[in-house]
């Protein structure tokens, strides 16, 4: 896929938790496999007491405090391991695969972990070998799911960084984690997407069910707020889907971006 001007019909811009996966949230479903919740920093956030980078910094250090032994360290290889399973949306593959076939840009704009992300974006490569870029996949999802191409996609996500190297070649995690997306910055992805692929607002659409995914939906000719997660992204949506059936997202863009 270039950046041409013109080459797209549309831009669809796609929340992953609760949006293409069917589950609270891809960390939720990490601490649910480790036994361990992140109350206290959910809690101090929602309190304004804690901003987004040092609530991921916490989190990250719940994640690997949760080991069992002070020398069984959390590794890189297990954390992508804990994601394998994570549930899928009623029709998601129909979904990207429908909007693709029908020349729209597809971008994954998530405060998730980033391995989910581009697991999915893996599914629909490229005819181009993988290279690292702006709102790429990594070379080992690369090589591990579609034989070393690029994705389709455009992913961008937060979630863990690799720290030091281990002899048998795996990682642990770095105390700092992954920082891609704000929490209120959807909306600037969108237009960075916007300007590099020359599509207007006119021809995007944006995906999400919370107030995290308003950002997206101020730079969408249509916003859908799909399977909500409370009230308050639904005045800044277009349209409400409680169904969980991404089916139904798909016939809503067709229908508004010709």
Not at 20 to 25: G, N, P, R
Not at 134 to 141: A, E, L, M, N, S
Request: aromatic share 8%; with cysteine; glycine share 8%.
């Amino acid at each position: 896929m270039g950046d041409n001007m013109g080459e797209y019909r549309g831009l669809v811009c796609l929340d992953m938790d609760r949006v293409l996966v069917d589950h609270l949230s891809t960390w939720q479903y990490v601490y649910d496999k480790l036994g361990i919740n992140n109350d206290e920093s959910f809690e101090l956030y929602n309190q304004g007491l804690l901003n987004e980078w040092d609530w991921i910094k916490l989190d990250i250090a719940l994640l690997k405090g949760s080991r069992s032994a002070p020398d069984k360290v959390l590794t890189d290889s297990e954390m992508r391991g804990h994601l394998l399973g994570a549930p899928m949306m009623n029709n998601y593959n129909k979904l990207i695969t429908t909007l693709i076939d029908n020349n729209f840009a597809v971008a994954i704009v998530s405060g998730g972990l980033q391995q989910t992300a581009r697991d999915i974006a893996a599914e629909f490569p490229s005819d181009k070998k993988w290279r690292k870029r702006w709102g790429g996949i990594d070379r080992h999802t690369s090589e591990r799911i579609c034989s070393g191409f690029d994705t389709k996609l455009h992913v961008f996500t937060n979630g863990w960084l690799v720290g030091k190297a281990l002899p048998n070649g795996d990682h642990e995690l770095d105390d700092f984690g992954r920082y891609q997306v704000q929490m209120n910055g959807k909306g600037a992805i969108v237009k960075m997407l916007q300007r590099r692929l020359g599509i207007s607002k006119d021809r995007t659409a944006s995906v999400g069910d919370s107030a995290g995914d308003i950002g997206m939906f101020a730079e969408s000719k249509l916003a859908i707020c799909f399977n909500p997660w409370d009230d308050r992204p639904k005045e800044h949506a277009d349209v409400v889907v409680d169904e969980k059936d991404l089916s139904i997202v798909l016939d809503l863009i067709l229908n508004a971006i010709n």
